[in-house]
């Protein structure tokens, strides 16, 4: 591999890499604001100037203040160029930090803060503001100029999802290369010039596509913020763990940063995999952290209807293991779901062979619109997950309701609240008189279901998402879970105690290690239901 | 008349058969400086052996010092030797501005100065009257007193409060000097010198006084430097070791002033070595307030490490994010760790700092004085009188809140 000197570092490149590229690859950070290792090289923010030391040197004449004369004076300096730009050539000479490149920076550093106003206190950027950085690292004083700021229009709303402030905006344009390369979606662009520069949408329209919570995601600075996390969170305060998105097949990998304090997710960030998502998430995905405090299940509740009976977990548990021994193990139905946990279809699984059920089925979320970024079709996150936990084929839900009604089935067990029916389509179902639905959210089968027991949502467990290219993805618990409440396998792994047949979970490491163990998930049975991701409509 | 007292020869004497006795003294006692409990073995009044218990106050300070900013250490510092809290935080400017690689401009080098040795002398005033009080003179104890008002007069002018200061900052202090700060001090200096003429008057040639300091709660050189004992308690055993002559840090070595050391290292040395260290502290503030400028920065000029003027911060962007960068992430020190020790009020006091690169120190550790004092007051005690354990202790000057650990 050809490599170059970066301050008398060997950094290694692959043929076409510019110089910032090799040292992003190393690890290693030359100040940038425009460049974005997911988009096109702008090279307008001129933060990542270097000097070239190598090759042939150009001069800039300059006029330099001597202080001894009290004028200035002719002089030159080196010409410096942008690291984003540049290629990295065969042994090539780049300084990063020398005198002449820290005075540019200080110089760029200086100049995108001239109009700035300030807004930090108020700003949610704050705490993760490359301007507050960079201006720590290379500027370190206060500006010259004297005079008041440009203003420019603050608040503007671009669309249901970002608000947009001018006076911030330091027009790195990563966010217009969002819409055109990311996207294909020129919405954004930009208007005027110099100091009165600004982002504007296209004539009659709005930010509207899939992916516009990542033109806010890419910006360096608080010009565009997200309307939902908007004054929600001071971004010091969140902590974070690595999750995966449940928002469908792709299994985008994110940060979810959450307040411990308030034991609160507030928003998440996508996470770069170069194998699955690289850099980005969908607008829906980033949402998805809302159904962990939305919709929640956090009582178990026994009976159906309007009046179902608030209990502690421990009598529904009792009444699910006294309903499962009186009835005959041909005739209970285990519904395992595509939207919960590979650990927590596993011990299902297991619960299933010890009340020897042999009726399988699987829920899930129906089909939704998927694209050619990063959307599967598959809108649910771990159907290859509970397949292979389920050690075989299952059977859809319809097959269910019509195996409900011929009268095969007097007891269903059913994980996650969703099912490709709606509630109406579930009428068969509320004949049954055991209906028993674990679920962290609520949805069609709670409606239908007589027992229903509260659990961890994806945000409160470890577990392991399999998506549909048949990558396994393990997420971490980012806060605990409501009070009483387990994860999906624990509680089921207390249902098999009370039935004398002990699953012998009590760590999310042993679910692990028995479902590494199980055949079943060493040789996956199913294909992957959305290898190649389906056309946008 | 007859004599009061009936002089026995040894043959009349009665030897009384006594067993000893487990008596506990403290925690909760108000002559034991702060909660230490101390199990003594007694024959009668002799003390035959003594189980020295600190602990009970526990803050989990340097626990305490991982989670914030380098700045946020110094209330925690303040509560360290409360009696002289000033000498705490110049100690701990001191590392963090080795740790750093800086150091403050002359006129704070000697603002630190002059404040750390007035706290000095509020330190040894408040010891040594402490000292006489216990043995039962109340008077010298509030005539010594008072100066520490006068002192704590001139740091609440300075510093905005009497006691916990918090007055120190990395690369610089709070605020400057106030305009009158020179004037304050000389003013109070003579007067001081009164005061310890006349205390030594009221205590030196008292008998009771001579009888119960002389030969009590003695401690041999070998014992105190096996004992890592420092400070005045060691100096009183005839070793003359202060961390201002022998490692001269800040501007020490631009001062002419003597270390004063005893010869006993009993209680009635502590006593003078304090007395005379006082007039040396006097002697080194006269002379920095000499060589002081008037004129000229305090802090050093790095928005890395000093924060921004108040009026920037409302009015400018620069200013507002290095205000923002300071509080929230704090001083950012390179990668390291460093030991920088400086002469409290009670020894050596050291802090030993590791910086993991963060605004949050990886770890901060104290060497108090008193924790090592504390030890070598076992051996002080056993064989005294059990009337001598508060005078004693007194004079080791022990401070709970360094013993906290």
């Not at chain 1, 604001?33 to 001129?46: M, T, V």
């Not at chain 1, 933060?47 to 203040?65: A, D, E, T, Y």
């Not at chain 1, 997420?475 to 792994?493: C, L, N």
């Not at chain 2, 509080?327 to 950012?332: F, H, I, P």
Request: charged residues 25%; glycine residues 8%; contains cysteine.
């Amino acid at each position: 591999m050809p490599s170059f000197q970066l301050n008398g570092q060997t950094i290694p490149f692959e043929k076409g890499d510019t110089i910032m590229r090799a040292a992003w690859r190393a690890g290693i950070e030359i100040p940038h604001y425009c460049w974005h290792p997911g988009l096109s090289i702008a090279a307008n923010c001129r933060m990542c100037l270097v000097h070239i030391k190598s090759g042939r040197q150009m001069q800039m004449p300059i006029m330099r203040f001597d202080e001894k004369k009290g004028a200035y004076v002719p002089d030159t300096k080196p010409k410096l160029m942008p690291a984003c730009q540049v290629e990295a050539q065969e042994d090539m000479e780049v300084d990063s930090v020398s005198e002449d490149v820290e005075k540019a920076q200080h110089s760029v550093q200086e100049f995108l803060l001239l109009n700035h106003p300030v807004d930090c206190p108020i700003c949610d950027q704050a705490g993760e503001c490359k301007l507050q950085d960079y201006w720590l690292d290379h500027q370190h004083d206060l500006k010259r100029k004297r005079t008041e700021p440009v203003h420019k229009p603050k608040g503007v709303r671009f669309g249901e999802t970002i608000v947009y402030d001018a006076e911030r905006c330091i027009m790195c344009t990563r966010c217009i290369r969002v819409c055109d390369e990311l996207v294909g979606d020129p919405v954004l662009d930009m208007r005027e010039r110099g100091n009165r520069n600004e982002i504007v949408l296209a004539p009659g329209r709005e930010l509207d596509h899939d992916y516009t919570l990542m033109t806010e995601h890419v910006c360096p600075v608080g010009a565009l913020t997200s309307r939902d996390f908007r004054f929600k969170a001071r971004v010091w305060f969140l902590k974070s763990v690595e999750g995966v998105c449940s928002g469908c097949a792709t299994g985008c990998n994110s940060h979810v940063d959450y307040d411990s304090r308030y034991g609160k997710v507030y928003r998440l960030r996508p996470r770069d995999n170069m194998d699955v998502n690289k850099f980005w998430m969908c607008d829906d995905g980033m949402m998805t952290y809302t159904e962990v405090h939305e919709g929640r299940v956090t009582t178990a509740t026994i009976g159906r209807g309007d009046e179902p009976e608030a209990v502690l977990p421990e009598e529904a548990i009792d009444d699910v293991a006294l309903r499962l021994e009186q009835t005959e193990g041909a005739k209970i139905a285990f519904v395992f779901s595509a939207l919960h946990s590979s650990e927590d279809n596993f011990a299902l699984a297991r619960l299933a062979e010890a009340v020897g059920a042999e009726k399988r089925y699987l829920a899930a979320r129906p089909d939704w619109k998927g694209d050619d970024i990063l959307r599967s079709a598959d809108h649910n996150p771990n159907r290859a997950g509970a397949l292979a936990a389920a050690g075989g084929e299952l059977e859809d839900t319809e097959d269910l309701i019509q195996d409900v009604m011929a009268g095969a089935i007097e007891a269903v067990v059913a994980l996650g609240p969703t099912c490709e029916e709606e509630v109406d389509q579930l009428e068969p179902l509320l004949k049954l008189e055991t209906l028993i639905c674990l679920t962290a959210n609520e949805g069609p089968l709670t409606e239908a279901a007589t027992i229903v027991l509260p659990v961890a949502s994806w945000a409160e467990s470890f577990g392991t998402f399999i998506n549909g290219k048949g990558i396994a993805q393990t997420f971490q618990r980012a806060i605990p879970a409501p009070a009483g409440v387990d994860p999906a396998w624990k509680t089921i792994a207390k249902i098999a105690e009370e039935l004398d047949s002990p699953l012998g979970f009590n760590r999310v490491a042993d679910v692990r290690a028995a479902l590494a163990e199980s055949a079943a998930a060493a040789t996956p049975s199913v294909a992957p239901t959305s290898a190649a991701p389906a056309p946008a409509e | 008349m007859e004599p009061i007292d009936e002089i026995l020869t040894e043959a009349e004497a009665l030897e009384l058969p006594t067993e000893p006795m487990r008596l506990n003294m403290g925690p909760s006692h108000p002559a034991m400086h702060g909660t230490i409990r101390m199990v003594l073995d007694l024959d009668g009044e002799t003390i035959l052996n003594v189980d020295v218990q600190p602990g009970y106050l526990h803050r989990g300070f340097e626990k305490s010092c991982e989670r914030g900013t380098y700045v946020q250490v110094y209330p925690y510092a303040d509560r360290l030797n409360y009696v002289s809290p000033m000498l705490n935080n110049v100690g701990f400017s001191l590392a963090c501005e080795k740790l750093l690689g800086i150091e403050v401009p002359e006129r704070c080098a000697y603002y630190r100065v002059i404040l750390g040795e007035l706290s000095r002398i509020c330190d040894h005033f408040t010891c040594n009257g402490a000292s006489a009080m216990e043995l039962g003179a109340f008077t010298p104890f509030l005539w010594l007193l008072k100066v520490r008002d006068w002192i704590w007069d001139i740091l609440e002018k300075e510093t905005g409060a009497r006691m916990t200061h918090s007055f120190g900052r990395i690369g610089g202090m709070a605020a400057p000097p106030t305009p009158g700060f020179k004037e304050d001090v000389r003013a109070i200096l003579p007067e001081i010198r009164k005061v310890i003429g006349e205390a030594e008057g009221l205590l030196l040639k008292n008998r009771i006084f001579l009888d119960r300091t002389q030969g009590i709660g003695k401690i041999s050189q070998e014992r105190a430097l096996a004992l890592g004992v420092t400070g005045p308690m060691l100096r009183s055993t005839g070793v003359a070791y202060d961390v201002r002559k022998d490692h001269p840090y800040s501007l020490y070595d631009r001062f002419d002033f003597d270390v004063p050391v005893g010869t006993d290292g009993d209680n009635w040395d502590r006593f003078m070595v304090r007395m005379e260290e006082i007039r040396q502290s006097m002697r080194i503030i006269e002379q920095a307030l000499e060589q002081m400028p008037d004129e000229g920065p305090i802090n050093v000029d790095d928005p890395r490490i000093m924060l921004p003027e108040k009026r920037e911060v409302y009015d400018t962007i620069e200013a507002t994010i290095a205000h923002f960068k300071l509080v929230m992430e704090g001083m950012k020190p390179p990668k390291g760790r460093v030991y920088s020790f400086t002469e409290a009020g009670n020894g050596e006091l050291g802090f030993y700092i590791v910086s993991d690169g963060s605004g949050t120190p990886y770890r901060v550790r104290v060497r108090p004085p008193c924790w090592y004092n504390l030890q070598a007051s076992r051996e002080m005690l056993i064989g005294d009188m059990i009337a001598d354990i508060v005078p004693t202790f007194g004079s080791v000057n022990m401070i709970g809140g360094e013993c906290d650990r």
